[in-house]
């Protein structure tokens, strides 16, 4: 969930989401990131440039999931 929530901000890169996902190991976090984009919730695109670098970013599938984090949202901040 954290991991789709910082991809919800936009194209992200693999340091990027490794900082904003405290305590997750550059192995799982790529176990993850490699799911998703089996399921074809994310995308990968990798530049050519030196450094080399990849920015992951929501497919038209991924970015449908936004409306059941807005709920989940609402739901977490309404007050008992």
Not at 7 to 24: D, V
Not at 27 to 56: D, N
Request: proline share 2%; glycine share 8%; charged share 30%.
């Amino acid at each position: 969930m954290m991991l789709l929530h910082n991809i919800f901000e936009g194209n992200t890169r693999f340091g990027q989401l490794q900082r904003a996902l405290e305590g997750i190991s550059p192995k799982t976090l790529s176990l993850r990131l490699q799911e998703l984009e089996k399921e074809g919730i994310i995308s990968r695109k990798v530049y050519a440039e030196i450094p080399l670098h990849v920015e992951y970013s929501l497919t038209k599938k991924g970015k449908s999931l936004s409306d059941i984090f807005k709920a989940m949202e609402r739901w977490g901040t309404e007050k008992a």
